[in-house]
């Protein structure tokens, strides 16, 4: 048992290191555990063949060290198991912070094509008052305007989905955003959102068709791996993981480039 002690010592110091440094030192003290039985075998035939009556006693050590190997390999295995979840975890939150850059980046484009708009407005308007040069009359109350923009109705639906987990609120006001504006540029965004919003409800069927209605009609926009992706994991969570793994690689042959590739094929090699 003196021997276990320093290598159980390292092993509670090495859960405070970066996973690298705790794989490294694990393998490290596996093979100095070979290196030992190995050297307490090679004693244990000495004294066999010269009779010492501290045989027993290395066969006690031999076991117990034989017992602190079996128990290094299995947490070997967990500490290698939680490395693969939190990778997993990392890239979902990665593939996460991607999807909200391409909803912003949307938003931001409708928003700079409307300031547009009305900055020839305001030209225009400047332009006629110069022009008349008349007396600057009160100006009549303006008329009633819309509470949200189109823009601030799907990030409060959106709002809704992700931050509030209140999915069927945000889907069904990213439904009523499509039939309000449906040839505004976050139309897709919308449909894909709904999708999402119907898995958290774990609707995994309306889910899938929902996707579907992505992937079959916009094709070519960046939302369309995505959905398959989510579509993959909807086949996995009813307990078809032929379909999903089918999905998956669909995935990986149709959108090579998606930045959903990588986490595709780990599900793949599961």
């Known amino acids: 048992m003196r021997l276990l002690l320093p290598l159980f010592t390292l092993l509670l110091l090495t859960g405070c290191m970066p ?4 794989q490294l030192r694990m393998e490290m003290d596996l093979e100095e555990m070979k290196r030992r039985l190995g050297q307490l075998e090679i004693q244990q ?22 017992a602190g ?14 490395l693969d979840d939190i990778g997993r975890e990392n890239q979902q939150l990665v593939d996460e912070v991607q999807l909200i850059k391409e909803d912003i980046g949307l938003q931001l484009g409708s928003l700079s094509g409307r300031i547009d708009q009305l900055d020839q407005r305001t030209d225009t308007l400047a332009e006629k008052a110069a022009a008349r040069a008349v007396p600057a009359s009160p100006a009549p109350p303006e008329a009633d305007k819309p509470a949200l923009t189109p823009e ?72 369309a791996a995505a959905a398959m992706f989510k579509q993959a994991l909807a086949f996995n969570a009813l307990g078809d993981p032929q379909n999903a793994r089918t999905t998956m690689q669909k995935l990986i042959e149709e959108y090579p480039g ?13």
Do not use: C
């Open 19 to 22: 996973p690298s440094q705790n």
């Open 45 to 66: 035939a000495e004294t066999k063949s010269s009779g010492s009556a501290s045989g027993d006693s290395q066969l006690r050590q031999v076991a117990e060290l034989m």
């Open 69 to 82: 190997l079996d128990n290094l390999r299995v947490e070997f295995q967990s500490i290698n198991g939680r």
């Open 152 to 223: 601030q109705t799907y990030q409060q639906a959106l709002d809704l989905i992700r931050k509030e987990s209140r999915f069927v609120e945000g889907r069904e006001q990213l439904e009523q955003f499509v039939k309000t504006y449906p040839h505004h540029d976050l139309v897709v965004n919308a449909l894909y959102w709904s999708g999402e919003a119907l898995y958290g409800e774990k609707k995994y069927e309306l889910a899938i068709l929902q996707l579907q209605d992505v992937i079959s009609k916009y094709a070519d926009h960046p939302k």
């Open 258 to 270: 998606a930045d959903q590739v990588e986490n595709a094929k780990k599900f793949l090699q599961q």
